[in-house]
């Protein structure tokens, strides 16, 4: 059953290393094209939450947004297939704060394809939330002991 979970973790955890790695290498002086995309789709969430709840967020460069989720998904990844809960927490922030801004279905049409595709990618992240939960879950369940047998004493 230990292998099984360990190859269980690492293909859950390369979904993330992938991401991370690849956004590492076009990461660039600028954050490259996942800071591209992901620029208008956290200015529109800001403005959003700022219209909303009257709250004002500090300029943030978005090279550094992208740098703090590479780390996130790369470390995050490698710590979770060694069975570390710090490495769930890591995904799991990660999938907290950057989902429901990269997949903003709820900024779109129900009749646009957009909208299918990003609720689509959203409600797939929402699943490894779940799976993320499930494995914490696990973890902190305390393993049952087995019975320990008691000796009766011979009497003759």
Known sequence: MGFVSFAGRVLFASAFLLSAYQEYNEFGVNGGPA???FRP???????HLSSQLGLVVPHV???HVIAAAIFLKGFGGLLFIFGSSIGAYLLLIYLAYFTPIAFDFYNYDIEKPEFVRLFSRFIQNLALVGALLFFLGMKSTPRRQPKKRVSKSKTN
């Open 35 to 37: 800071a591209k995309a």
């Open 61 to 63: 460069e978005m090279k």
């Open 41 to 47: 789709k956290y200015n529109l969430f800001i403005k």
